[in-house]
């Protein structure tokens, strides 16, 4: 499976800057498909992104709040803007997802880790919008901006710091 990133195929350094642009442009983010289940991967990118100080608008018609945030059905339910759509659902649901990203005017259409949606890619990007595939939000965001340890965690318990132990 192919990492992918909507930039018509640019060198490793001109994706990491649209990748670094992306994540500092887009604070208010949808994710869609998010889970209110802790141990879900949507659940733990969604924490994370909220305590690095983006707005997360949580988009899932099973539930009524998440991570203290307001719980929509749909996209176009939300009553604020929204910079970029986190797409944590199926390749085969991506696409209607895409048609009302662009309609509510997203910046950016984000498909996770495993999920590549062309179509949806391609319609994102015929409206002017980044498009990234098969890449997780948090882990773009702690690699890009420091905080990702050997678990995928910034734990603070491994440092390359001599600790300052006294016998």
Known sequence: MRTELSTGGLPMCSELAALRRILRGCRTIAVVGLSAEWHRPSFFAAKYMQQHGYRVIPV????????????????????????MVDVFRRADDVLPIAHSAVAIGAKCLWQQLGVINLQGDALARGAGMDSVMNRCVKIEHARLFGGLHWAGVNTGVISARRPNWTP
């Open 60 to 83: 899932n018609p099973r539930y009524e709040q998440i991570l203290g945030e307001r719980c929509f059905a749909r996209l176009e339910d939300i009553d604020t803007p929204v910079d």
